[in-house]
């Protein structure tokens, strides 16, 4: 078999890619390790940057979006009790999207359906070969059979725990991380949101923070130890736990209800240089990981794709500036969001290691985020996306 583009990954990034490829009459083929349901039932982001609405609707895949996504124009911080609004369309004029991960990526499966594009779930063994040849490509099995595909470029698409990354030569790839010293233990519930727009809330037991999917689904987190279990939780506990921690308002609005999904997230910063290696370019979470304080994750993984999308058909209208500086194009933006997801992180969780100094800092920085223009101008043109 052979295509144009290999696409090693079937979610966001990777079918994405493929829609928007496919659009601009370039072929592709997804190789996905999963089964569709099975990437359709993992609960992941909520956000997304305007760019990533405008990127969906370019894809062809925003209907649904626009129908059932709420705009939101801000966000509220918490901390002691109080909170204070990030009014993110009087500062940067700008609004972001409260639409599910994985709706939109059942939107593009979708997408992808109507356009009968190749994804091949249920791979195994995938092997990337001639990354660095003028010559790439793919292997794989399937339900027994090797299969190879030949292409001009490989896109890995595959996340965190996939092939691609590992393709690339020790001697050539340098990686950049921190590992936070606890996790977020999420809850989703089929209970209406506390509040219109998102809580951010700071305490001293922990994060938390109050988000949602729509008017009838919420979506909870607060900040647990690094070590703990989600077995360690019953659904009272949590909620106790998060009463404790946002206002008071919020906790006496809140309603609470049976989790239909409750897990806990480690976090972490993580940054792979370079994200192209010879037709290999890493994109998404296959190059990149953010602590979700900041809302960033799948949408850096957008970005990265409206880079390489925008490269590859340049690439094939005989232009190759696009191929050549995608990696120091997408890093750029990734340093950048990686910069204030890290910073959102500081700012809002409870270290274990903190001491008294570092306890008036974090209030310092939240009360003249509070009562400065200026700060809460950065924090929101950060928040809502910052340009491609
Ligand atoms: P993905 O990991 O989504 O997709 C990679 C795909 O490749 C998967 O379907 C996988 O099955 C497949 N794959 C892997 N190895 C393969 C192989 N060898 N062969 C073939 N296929 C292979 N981001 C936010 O912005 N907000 C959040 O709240 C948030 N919460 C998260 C919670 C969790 C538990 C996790 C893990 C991530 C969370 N993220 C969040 C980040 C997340 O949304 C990612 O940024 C987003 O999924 C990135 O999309 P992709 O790069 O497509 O990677
Ligand atoms: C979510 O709704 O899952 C969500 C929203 C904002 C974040 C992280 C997660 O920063």
């Not at 002691?80 to 500062?91: S, T, Y």
Request: with cysteine.
């Amino acid at each position: 078999m052979r295509c144009q583009v290999a696409i090693i990954g079937g979610g966001p990034s990777g079918l994405l890619l493929s829609q928007l490829l496919h659009r601009a009459g370039i072929d592709t083929v997804v190789l996905e390790r999963q089964s569709r349901d099975y990437v359709l039932s993992r609960i992941r982001a909520g956000v997304l940057e305007w760019g990533s609405v405008e990127m969906l609707r370019e894809a062809g895949v925003g209907a649904r979006m626009d129908a059932e996504g709420y705009p939101h124009d801000g966000v509220y911080l918490a901390c002691r009790n109080e909170g204070f609004r990030i009014d993110f369309k009087d500062l940067v004029g700008k609004q972001v999207m409260v639409y599910g991960q994985t709706e939109a990526t059942r939107d593009l499966y979708e997408a992808r359906d109507r356009m009968d594009g190749k994804v091949i779930h249920n791979v195994e063994a995938v092997q990337i070969h001639g990354a660095d040849s003028d010559a790439p490509y793919v292997t794989y099995t399937r339900d027994g059979t090797e299969h190879r595909l030949d292409c001009d470029w490989v896109a890995g698409c595959d996340g965190f725990h996939g092939v691609s990354r590992q393709t690339i030569p020790a001697s050539v790839l340098k990686e950049f991380e921190r590992v936070y010293p606890f996790g977020w233990l999420g809850i989703l519930s089929e209970t209406p949101p506390v509040d219109d727009e998102l809580i951010y809330a700071q305490h001293e037991r922990g994060f938390a923070l109050c988000s949602m999917r729509n008017a009838r689904l919420s979506r909870y987190y607060v900040q647990v130890a690094q070590d703990d279990k989600v077995e360690n939780w019953s659904d009272d506990a949590f909620w106790d736990e998060l009463r404790r921690r946002i206002p008071e308002d919020a906790a006496e609005r809140l309603v609470t209800g049976p989790s239909i999904e409750k897990s806990i997230a480690p976090l972490r910063s993580y940054v792979a240089e370079p994200m192209r290696w010879g037709r290999l370019f890493l994109v998404g979470d296959a190059a990149h990981i953010v602590p979700p304080t900041g809302a960033k994750g799948l949408n850096l993984a957008v970005s990265d794709v409206h880079y390489l999308y925008h490269a590859l058909v340049q690439a094939y209208e005989g232009d190759a500036h696009g191929v050549t500086h995608y990696s120091e194009q997408a890093l750029a933006r990734v340093w950048k969001s990686e910069r204030f997801s890290w910073s959102m992180t500081g700012l809002l969780h409870r270290f274990p290691d903190r001491g008294a100094f570092e306890a008036r800092m974090q209030e310092a920085e939240l009360d003249y985020l509070q009562h400065s223009r200026a700060a809460q101008t950065s924090l929101a043109e950060n928040y809502v996306g910052l340009p491609y």
